[in-house]
Nanobody, 124 residues
């Protein structure tokens, strides 16, 4: 099994940038499809971005052009670079991993392993 630990969250102003890290241990992260999800206050969890185990990347429309997901195999870590932050990006961000996607990669139900989450707050 893989264990996931997120870091890098914090308080940022509108227009600023943050980089989230999802550090994997126990297994090689390249063996997994890894996604970022977020849950804002009073909102349901929503898909943000995914890095498939085959190297494909996909984004939610709300973050496309502002966020970039990447993977560093040497560090066994997946990153989420967030630029041009907006107050509506405020949420707890969690990374999730799956060895095989049986449903949609955009659905949280497709993922077996989850990190504990990291808070991102964007002030206006």
């Amino acid at each position: 099994q893989v264990q996931l630990v997120e870091s890098g969250g914090g308080l940022e102003q509108t227009g600023g940038s943050l980089r989230l890290s999802c550090a994997a241990s126990g297994r090689t992260v390249s063996s997994y499809t890894v996604a970022w999800f977020r849950q804002g206050p009073g909102k349901e969890r929503e898909f943000v971005a995914v890095f498939t185990r085959f190297g494909g990347t996909y984004y939610a429309d709300s973050v496309k052009g502002r966020f970039t997901i990447s993977r560093d195999n040497a560090k066994n870590t997946v990153y989420l670079q967030m630029n041009s932050l907006k107050p509506e990006d405020t949420a707890v961000y969690s990374c999730a991993a799956a060895t095989a996607i049986s449903l949609s990669p955009y659905s949280s139900n497709s993922y077996t392993f989850w990190g504990q989450g990291t808070q991102v707050t964007v002030s206006s």
